[in-house]
C-alpha cells in the first residue's frame, strides 16, 4: 500500500525557510513522478514543484521558482522541499504526491495524474 507522509511545516515569518519531508513507502521510489501541491482556503490547489526520481528533472510553479528547492533522496525514499524567502501568500496545506506518470501543461503542474497524496503539512507565514 503507498504511503506518503509529510512532516516541516510550522510557522514562521516573511524571509524565513521552511524545509518539508515526504517519507515515501509501498512502492519503487526510483522511476516515480514526485511533487508538491498546495492549497489554501479559497483557493485551488497550486501545483508548486515536480521531480521524476528516475532522472531529477524538475518543473516550478513560476510563483516559487528561484525560492523553492525540490530534492530527493533514493536512499531513504524521502522527497524534500527546501523554501526560502517565505511570503505570507506561501501560507497553505502542502501536500506531497506521487504516480508513475509526470505531466505539466502550459507550464502548470498536473495534480490529476498522480494517485497518491499525503495528508498535508501545514505552512504558515506572517509578515
Known amino acids: 500500500q503507498v504511503q506518503l507522509v509529510e512532516s516541516g511545516g510550522g510557522s514562521v515569518q516573511a524571509g524565513g525557510s521552511l524545509r518539508l519531508s515526504c517519507a515515501a513507502s509501498g512502492y519503487t521510489y526510483v522511476g516515480y513522478c514526485m511533487g508538491w501541491f498546495r492549497q489554501s482556503p479559497g483557493k485551488e490547489r497550486e501545483g508548486v514543484a515536480l521531480i521524476y526520481t528516475g532522472t531529477g528533472s524538475t518543473s516550478y510553479a513560476v510563483s516559487v521558482k528561484g525560492r523553492f528547492t525540490i530534492s530527493q533522496d533514493n536512499a531513504k525514499n524521502t522527497l524534500y522541499l527546501q523554501m526560502n524567502s517565505l511570503r505570507p501568500e506561501d501560507t497553505a496545506m502542502y501536500y506531497c504526491?506521487?504516480?508513475?506518470?509526470?505531466?505539466?501543461?502550459?507550464?502548470?503542474?498536473?495534480?490529476?495524474?498522480?494517485?497518491?497524496w499525503g495528508q498535508g503539512t501545514q505552512v504558515t507565514v506572517s509578515s
Open positions: 504526491a506521487a504516480g508513475p506518470v509526470c505531466e505539466v501543461l502550459s507550464g502548470t503542474i498536473q495534480a490529476g495524474v498522480l494517485p497518491y
